[in-house]
C-alpha cells in the first residue's frame, strides 16, 4: 500500500519518491482511464442489450444512422466514394474515436468533479436514447439498451473510482485532483480489466447478435420465384412411415448440422455476392437478384457427412431449389485443365470438388432453398452449394461466396490439408433404425427397418441378416438416384439374443463394403449391426 505510481518507465526518480508533478500526470492516465473504461462499458452493455431485445436499438448504430440520415447528401456520396462500402465502418469508427476522446478528457476532469462524469454519461445516453426513439422502426422500447447502457456506464464510474481510492476516505476534490495516498496500483489495474473484459465481451455478443437478426431479417424477407424446372412429389411409396425411421423429407430443424463455425455467419441477401473466377475465360460476378433471376431448379438430394460412422445420423435428404452450377461454369469458360473448382465461404472455409463431377450432368448446384423456405442461417443462408454424390466436404459449401477454377495439384482444401481425402464420392451404406440396440422386443413379427443410401448410383437391394443368414428386405418407392431409400423387413422373432445387420447394394451391382472402416480419410465402411433381445 502507499505506492503511488503508475510509471512503468525507467527514468531515474528522486529517492524521495515521485514529485506532485508525477502524481498528476498519474492521476490523468487514472482518470482518462476511468472515463475510457466507463464510456467502453456503456457502449458495450448497450450493443449487447439491442442484440438480446433485437431490432437497431443500439445506442451506437441508433446515432450512427441518425447521423447518415442527417447527413447532407453530397456528403454521403462523398463518404460512399471514399471509403466504398467500407463507409459505414468508418463512419461507426469514427464515432467511437470522438466518443473516447471525449471519454478521457471527461474522465480527466472527474478527477477533481466526478459530477461532470456522470453528466457527461447520462448526456451518452440521453443522446442514444433519443436518437433510437427517433428511428423509424423502433418505438419508445428503444431507449431501453441506452438506459442499461447509462446505468453500465455509472457503475463502472463508480466501481473504478472505487478502485483508485477516489471514493473514500479522502476525495479528489481534496487532494487537488491528484491520486490519494491510498490508490493501490494493482487493485486498480485489475477492476481497470474487468471493465476492459466487460467491454470487450458484450460488445462482441451483441456485434454478433446484432448481424444474426439482420441475416435472420434478410432472410424473412426473401421470397423464391417458383422453379423454372419443378420436382415431381416423391412418390407415396417413398415413406413408408415407420415410427423410429425418420419422414422420407428431413424437416429442416431435424437436419443434421456439421461445419467448422464456431458462431454461425451471418451473411444478408442484400450484401451477397458471388465471383466465378481462376482458370475461366470469363470471370463473373453476380448478386442474388441476379441468381435468382436465372432457371432455377427443384431436387430432392439425400446430403451426408464424411464423418458420420456406420448406423450414424450425419444424413438429411431436403427438397432443394437452386441455379446449376454447370451453366453458370459454362457461361465462365473454364479452361482446360482446370479439374478443380474451390468454393469458398465467407468465413474462409474451403471445398474442393472434381469439375468433371458437376459438369456430367447431375444437378450440382448453388442452393437458396431448403423445404420450401430460403436456406436457414446454419445451413447456409443465402447460399451454399450442393452435389449429388459427393460427401459434404468436398461439396456442400455453405455460406458460399467465391468459386475458383483451379486444378486438384494447386490447392489442397480445408479437410485435405487435414488429412481427408481430396476426393470423396459417397459409399454405399445403410442403417438399421428400428430396433434400437441392445433393446428387448416381444417375440413374433418385429419390423426392422432404416434407410439405404448411394447417391447416384441409387439403391437396388437391402437385406436383413438375423445371426447371419440374409434376407431380402422390401423397399420403399425410390424418389430418384440422388435419395437416400428406406426398407423394411417383418423378422419373425424367436426369443433369446440375436444379432441384426444390414447391407445394400446399389443400382450398378456392388455391395457396400462389409470390411469396418473408420470414417477418415473418405467415409466409413462395414455393415450397421446390432444386437437386441426377444422376450419370450
Ligand atoms: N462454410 C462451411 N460449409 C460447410 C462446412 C463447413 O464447415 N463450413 N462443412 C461441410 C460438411 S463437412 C458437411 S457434411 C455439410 C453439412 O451441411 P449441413 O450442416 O447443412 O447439414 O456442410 C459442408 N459445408
Ligand atoms: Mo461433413
Redesign the pocket.
Known sequence: MGSVTLNTSTEPRPAAGPTPEGREVHSRVVGGAIGLLSAAVAVGVGHLTAGLVGGTSSPVIAVGSTAIDASPEWLKSYAIRTFGTNDKAVLVGGIGLVVAIVAIVVGVIALQRPRVGVIALVALGALGAAAAIGRPESGIGGAVPSILATVAGLGTFSRLRHAAGLATPVSAGETGGRLPPSFDRRRFLLAGTGAAGLAAVSGLAGRFLLRRAEAGASRAAVRIPAPADVAPLPPAGADLHIPDVGPFITPNDR???????LLVPSVTAEGWTLRVHGMVRNELSLDYPTLLSRPLIERDLT?T?VSNPVGGR?I?NARWIGAPLADLLREAGVSSGADQIVSR?V?G?T?GTPTAVVMDGRDAMLAVAMNGEPLPLE??FPVRMIVPGL???VS????LVDIELTTFGAYDAYWVRRGWAQQAPIKTESRIDTPKQSATVVAGRVTVAGIAWAQHRGISRVEVSVDGAWQPARLAAQDTIDTWRQWVFVWDATPGDHTLAVRATDDTGATQTAAPADPAPNGATGDHTISVTVAG
Open positions: 437436419f443434421y448440422r456439421v461445419d467448422t463455425a446430403l457427412c450425419y438429411g465461404s468465413d472455409f471445398v445451413h447456409g460427401y459434404g466436404y456442400a459449401t455453405k455460406w
